[in-house]
């Protein structure tokens, strides 16, 4: 999981959503500026033009309808503490942005464990099977004279 660190910026997000087609329909409540208000960046490119995901808790959503309000919780996961604060991004102090990228680090540096724990498991699982496969080789005995 890579963090970009421009998606930590308002600015760096909303550039992001410069072709928005959501923001097209009549009455839309989800503008590209609600959209990084809420923490959220587009990251699908042309495939996906309406995959987002948010800063701090890198949860992925698509399918987004005009009516649909990013300022709420339920766009994030659980224990995402962007959408616990429940302010617009503009409104974040310094204290605010510190523990949510604080957040973000935690969570990068526990998805990259998880990852290099699985690989260590994957080999020593390999490992275990050549070593007894060996075990199982015949060995040759010595006849007596
Ligand atoms: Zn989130």
Redesign the pocket.
């Known amino acids: 999981m890579l963090v970009d660190p421009t998606m930590n910026r308002l600015d760096g997000r909303l550039a992001t959503f410069k072709e928005w087609l959501v923001e097209n329909e009549p009455g839309c409540v989800c503008t590209a500026r609600k959209m990084a208000e809420s923490?959220f960046f587009r990251c699908g490119g042309d495939e996906e033009p309406d995959l987002t995901r948010?800063f701090?808790?890198h949860?992925e959503m698509e399918g987004w309808e005009a009516e649909d309000n990013p300022m709420e919780a339920r766009y994030?996961?659980a224990k995402?503490p962007?959408?616990k604060l429940g302010k617009p991004a503009s409104q974040l102090t310094v204290e605010d942005m510190l523990k949510l990228i604080n957040f973000q680090q935690t969570e990068r540096v526990r998805a990259l464990s998880s990852d290099m724990i699985e690989e260590f498991k994957t080999d020593a699982a390999e490992v275990r099977k050549q070593l007894e496969a060996l075990a199982k080789k015949p060995t040759r005995k010595r006849r007596a004279r």
């Open positions: 923490g948010c701090v808790c949860k994030h996961t995402c962007l959408a």
